[in-house]
C-alpha cells in the first residue's frame, strides 16, 4: 500500500480540517496504506496525531513561510524535506493548507513524487498569483465541494487537475447520541418544553454567532421558549470575541437564553439534544457542522451563501436566507421553533439526505484519486 505524507503547517486544533485530515490518516492506516504527518511545531495536532499512531514530524515555521529567511525556505527546507521523503519512501504529499504547497512541490519535484492538494476554504492566499503557479504543479487539487471547486476554477487552477470530493462524516459517532438528548438537556438546565437553538463553530465574525444573536434578540422570538448553545473556541487568544458576544447577548435581552459552552468534543451529542442548528457562515467552504446536524437529525437554519446550499435544500432539510438578513433568519427560527409538524419533517429529510455525505464515499474518493495518480508509474521512493 501507499505510504502518504500529510502537510499542515499550522499546529493548532482548528477544528473541521484538521479533523477531516486525522479522520482520512486514521483510516488509511487501517486499510494498510502508511501516513505521515508534517508540521511547523509541537502542539495540539501533532499529539493527536501521535495519539492515533501516525508518525509525526515537525519542520521549522521558515520551511513554510520566505519572509522568515530565504536560506532556510529556499535551501534548507527542501533538503531536510527530501531527505525525509526517502527515508520514509513517501509516494505522495497531501497538502492541507495554503502555505505547504509551494515547499512541497519544489522538493518532490526533483524526487519524481506527486503532491495532491486538498482547498478546504474561500480563502483567495490559495491562489495569489505566485501560489498558483505552484498549485498548477500538483498532480490533483482536490476541492470540498462544488463552490470551492467553482472559486478555484474562477482564480486560475487548471480544470483538468481539479477534482471535487465533498468532505463525509463518521456516522458511528451519533449511534448512541440520540438517546442521550434528555440527560443532555438536563445536564445544561434545558426543559423538554424549551426549543433549542444550537450553534457549533469557532467564535468568529465570518461565522455569523453575531448574527443569530441579533435574531434571536428580534421581538418577534420574545415569547418563543427558545434556548441557544454556542459551541466553539474563541478565535482571538485573550478570547475579546467572546467576550463581545456576551456583552451583544446581554444588550439583545436574552443573556439569560445563552449558553456560551467553548470547544466541545462531544458536539454529535450536543447536537442531538438541539431542535435546530443556526448556521449563519458566510464564504463557509463546506460546513461539516451543518452535515453533522443532519446526521444528528437536526435541522438547519443558514444563509445561502457558500457550500451551505449544496447541503441544504431549502424547505427541505432546513431554510435559508440571504446573508445578512436577521429578519429572515429570526423568521426562519420561528417557523420551525413553532411548527412541530414541520420541525419533524425538516429533521426526517435532514436524516435521509446525511447518507449522501458519509465518511466512507470521502475515502474511497480518495483512494480512487490516489490509485489513479499513482498506480500508472507504481513507482515508490529508494
Known amino acids: 500500500m501507499y505510504r502518504i505524507l500529510f502537510a499542515n503547517r499550522p499546529s493548532s486544533w482548528g477544528g473541521g480540517a484538521e479533523a477531516r485530515l486525522l479522520e482520512i490518516s486514521v483510516s488509511l492506516a487501517a486499510e494498510g496504506y502508511t501516513p505521515f504527518l508534517v508540521t511547523s511545531s509541537e502542539g495540539a495536532l501533532a499529539s493527536r496525531f501521535r495519539a492515533a499512531g501516525v508518525e509525526s514530524h515537525i519542520f521549522p515555521p521558515s520551511y513554510f513561510l520566505r519572509r522568515e529567511g530565504y536560506l532556510r525556505y529556499y535551501v534548507a527546507a527542501p533538503r531536510a524535506m527530501r531527505s525525509l521523503l526517502r527515508s520514509r519512501a513517501i509516494n ?20 519524481g513524487i506527486p503532491v495532491v492538494s486538498h482547498i478546504t476554504d474561500m480563502d483567495g492566499g490559495w491562489f495569489s498569483r505566485r501560489n498558483l503557479k505552484f498549485v498548477n504543479r500538483t498532480a ?25 470530493i465533498y468532505r463525509g462524516i463518521d456516522a458511528s459517532k451519533f449511534g448512541s447520541a440520540p438517546k442521550l438528548r434528555a440527560k443532555t438537556r438536563e445536564g445544561l438546565g434545558i426543559s423538554e418544553a424549551d426549543i433549542v437553538v444550537g450553534m457549533f463553530a469557532r467564535l468568529h465574525p465570518r461565522k455569523g454567532q453575531q448574527d443569530l444573536l441579533r435574531a434571536a434578540g428580534h421581538r418577534m422570538l420574545a415569547d418563543v421558549p427558545l434556548r441557544y448553545l454556542l459551541a466553539g473556541e474563541d478565535w482571538e487568544p485573550d478570547q475579546s470575541y467572546e467576550g463581545y458576544l456576551r456583552d451583544l447577548a446581554l444588550q439583545m435581552g436574552i443573556g439569560d437564553r445563552v449558553n456560551f459552552l467553548g470547544f466541545r468534543e462531544d458536539a454529535p451529542v450536543l447536537m442531538s ?57 429570526a423568521s426562519a427560527i420561528l417557523r420551525i421553533a413553532t411548527d412541530s409538524s414541520f420541525r419533524h419533517e425538516l429533521a426526517s429529510a435532514a436524516l435521509k439526505r446525511s447518507k449522501e455525505f458519509t465518511f466512507e464515499r470521502q475515502i474511497n474518493a480518495i483512494k480512487a484519486l490516489y490509485d489513479e495518480i499513482l498506480a500508472p508509474a507504481g513507482a515508490r521512493v529508494g
Open 273 to 329: 439534544a438541539c431542535d435546530v442548528t443556526a448556521a449563519p457562515f458566510r464564504r463557509e467552504a463546506f460546513g461539516g457542522a451543518v452535515a453533522e446536524s443532519m446526521f444528528a437529525g437536526t435541522p438547519v437554519v443558514g444563509y445561502r451563501d457558500g457550500g451551505i446550499s449544496e447541503i441544504v435544500r431549502d424547505g427541505s432539510e432546513g431554510l435559508l436566507v440571504e446573508p445578512g438578513d436577521i429578519d429572515g433568519l
Open 92 to 111: 505522495l504529499v497531501h497538502t492541507n493548507d495554503n502555505r505547504s504547497i509551494e515547499p512541497f512541490v519544489r522538493a518532490t519535484e526533483p524526487l
Open 140 to 164: 490533483a487539487v482536490v476541492a470540498v465541494n462544488e463552490a470551492v471547486g467553482s472559486f478555484a476554477l474562477s482564480h486560475g487552477v487548471k480544470p483538468e487537475i481539479l477534482r471535487v
